[in-house]
């Protein structure tokens, strides 16, 4: 049975459906409470007999196996008789809880933490919000103060502290004082020795425009330092004042970049030309930035397009379409529809123009009509991605080139087996925006990188790019970067690690950044599929959890959730249903589910269909090029089908 504990507050035990799991009295929680504070380590019988009594009475060693026993049936009730516990481990003389640290609050709090240290302030501000709400009270309320018991409830307390200050100046430095002003007042109140909660008070006080409320903060909290703990000057409280005194630009951001588009959105005193293109401008600018920013810009983009198309004037409406030259790494769309009506007012404005365009501009339109086009079989878009490289060549433009390269790569995936072809792309993209100073596609090309030798089983030159497309993201502030190469690593640890719940809560943590990323063509089904890939490789069935959103996939991995259910003929019905695989990232790993599915069924058709879409991929990894899912390397899988159809 799958458990969660949580300690931030009363000791619960829940099930994986969220229902309570009674374990006992009191000291059977205490119990309990101490393992989970000894992080999964082993906690020898001697140390647990001094931690639950004062003066221990002679049978106390005994009392502790007794509660041992209890605490294990109370959290494994299927647990056949005379098997070994994989909740509470016998190690040595004493015993450990061995259960993931995500199905723990106070360790998942305590890891979040932890990655938040060098994160955007966004996603700071997302994650630490949600873990701060996991707490419901002291750690431990319902415990009596014991030896073990203080410091670690001391220990929590501090990380509470930090993650509320962390959480803090991440709001700040996105210039959202406003709703923090009664939280920290409460907080530094609470805390008077934290000079950090006064510093942080007095900062939201002055960018809500209340400055004598800001400096009366500060000097209030350095008479209340100086007379309770005798601190003459603290540095921080006096940097900030001097900073409000000067009104230093740091303490108020500046407007960020979906406050810009809404402004330019409701502008109506700036020209149509310059208000249009602007918003096309900003709405790049934004899309760097990813998450909620992401998806506004895409809106604002479709949305000037649109409009700059009502004008009736196709060179305006031309230029507003290519000022958005944002890279593009994944081959399904965020929003198809969007983009479906994006390309039909691209082709109609080249329509118009005519054989009199720029090159330039007419290379920008084709390559927008290749990237927004992707994840398809058809050829006007390829066409228009090798006409748009064409040009950009012809005119030795730099920053159409690697637009064109871009478009190029998106289409490579029409026919599978191009990863050399992807590679050559990544290396002249890196090579050519190095030399032209264009991080973004720089940045472009060590993705691709990263995918190509994903898929050929390299990681380590997959990871020496990760890291480099990790360096320029720090430096250019793209946030979105960090989350794809975690999800590679991801992928890394799923290809070594034989401990299954450790890859899950890996994914698991994936699925939470790729949520927030505003990527959903990206994220909308990947992670069941990486549960699956999972399930997979350890023989075990499908995940049919009803939560599980499997988005565009479903129809592939339908076959498999009837036949973990159970169903056979509704498994050969969807597998008859069977749609081809669309030309994507996707494209092997749905084809090595698909080869899965015919093995169990038996089916020969769907065999030799998958080894006939998989031959071209020998010697890669299934589901590699995504560089975040594995179905493990497509020699293995031609192989079973070979076995299958009784081949050599």
Not at 366 to 387: C, S, Y
Not at 467 to 479: G, K, M, S, T, Y
Not at 490 to 515: G, I, K, P, Q
């Amino acid at each position: 049975m799958e458990i969660h504990i949580r300690v931030l507050g009363p000791i619960e035990v829940r099930d994986a459906e969220g229902r309570p799991v009674a374990v006992g009295s009191q000291r059977r929680r205490e119990l309990l409470g101490r393992l989970v504070a000894a992080g999964g380590r082993a906690v020898p019988l001697s140390v647990l007999v001094d931690d639950l009594w004062e003066d221990p009475p002679t049978t106390a060693a005994g009392t502790v196996r007794t509660f041992v026993a209890e605490l294990r049936r109370a959290l494994e009730p299927d647990r056949p008789p005379r098997t070994p516990s994989q909740v509470i481990k016998t190690v040595g003389t004493g015993y450990a809880l061995r259960i993931p640290r995500a199905h723990v609050d106070a360790h998942r709090f305590e890891d979040t933490l932890a990655d938040m240290r060098d994160a955007p302030s966004g996603q700071v501000a997302s994650a630490l919000s949600e873990a701060l709400s996991w707490w419901q009270g002291e750690p431990y309320t319902d415990l009596d103060a014991s030896r073990w018991l203080a410091p670690e409830r001391a220990r929590l307390t501090e990380l509470h502290c930090q993650a509320v200050e962390m959480r803090a100046r991440a709001v700040l430095d996105l210039g959202r004082g406003a709703p923090l002003i009664p939280e920290l007042e409460a907080f530094a109140t609470a805390h008077p020795w934290r000079e950090h909660a006064w510093v942080l008070l007095s900062h939201a006080l002055y960018q809500v425009g209340r400055q004598v409320d800001a400096l009366a903060s500060l000097r209030a909290a350095r008479a209340r330092l100086l007379d309770q703990f005798g601190l003459e000057s603290v540095d921080s409280l006096d940097h900030l004042e001097r900073d409000i005194l000067r009104h230093a630009a740091h303490l108020t951001p500046a407007p960020r970049d979906e406050d810009r588009l809404r402004l330019l959105t409701r502008t109506e005193a700036t020209g149509t030309y310059t208000r249009l293109r602007s918003m096309s401008s900003v709405a790049r600018a934004a899309a760097v930035t990813g998450g909620t920013n992401l998806v506004l810009a895409q809106e604002h983009r479709a949305a000037a397009a649109a409009e700059a198309e009502r004008t009736g004037n196709p060179d305006l409406t031309a230029r507003v379409i290519a000022a958005y030259d944002v890279p593009t790494i994944w081959t399904r769309a965020d929003d198809p529809g969007r983009s479906e009506a994006l390309v039909a007012t691209t082709q109609r404005t080249l329509h118009r123009l005519g054989p009199g365009a720029s090159p330039a501009l007419r290379a920008r339109l084709l390559a927008t009509i290749a990237l927004e086009h992707r994840g398809t079989r058809d050829q006007f878009a390829a066409e228009a991605a090798r006409e748009a490289e064409q040009l950009a060549r012809d005119l030795h433009d730099p920053n159409v080139l690697v637009l064109a390269l871009n478009a190029r790569f998106v289409q490579s995936f029409q026919r599978p087996g191009r990863t050399g072809e992807r590679d050559a792309i990544a290396g002249e993209l890196i090579e050519l925006s190095a030399r032209h100073d264009l991080p973004l596609f720089e940045i472009l090309g060590h993705l691709i990188k990263i995918q190509v030798h994903a898929a050929r089983g390299d990681t380590g030159t997959a990871q020496r790019h990760a890291e480099a497309a990790e360096r320029l993201a720090a430096l250019h502030e793209a946030p979105l970067v960090p989350v794809l190469t975690a999800a590679f690593r991801t992928m890394c640890l799923a290809e070594r690690s034989n401990d299954a719940a450790e890859v899950a809560h890996a994914y698991r943590t994936v699925a939470t950044d790729l949520a927030g990323a505003g990527m959903p063509g990206v994220e909308a089904g990947v992670f069941p599929l990486a549960l699956l890939s999972l399930r997979m490789r350890h023989h075990r069935p499908a995940p049919t959890d009803p939560d599980l959103d499997w988005g565009p996939y479903r129809p592939w991995v339908q076959p498999l959730l009837d036949l973990a259910r159970g169903n056979l003929a509704a498994a050969r019905h969807a597998a008859d249903a069977l749609p081809t695989p669309p030309a994507d990232h996707l494209y092997d790993a749905l084809w090595a589910v698909n080869a899965h599915t015919a093995t169990l069924l038996h089916d020969e058709s769907l065999a030799a269909q998958a080894h006939d879409a998989l031959s071209p991929l020998r010697g890669e990894i299934a589901g590699g090029t995504t560089a975040m899912i594995t179905f493990g390397p497509v020699n293995h899988i031609l192989s079973t089908l070979d076995q299958h159809l009784n081949r050599r």
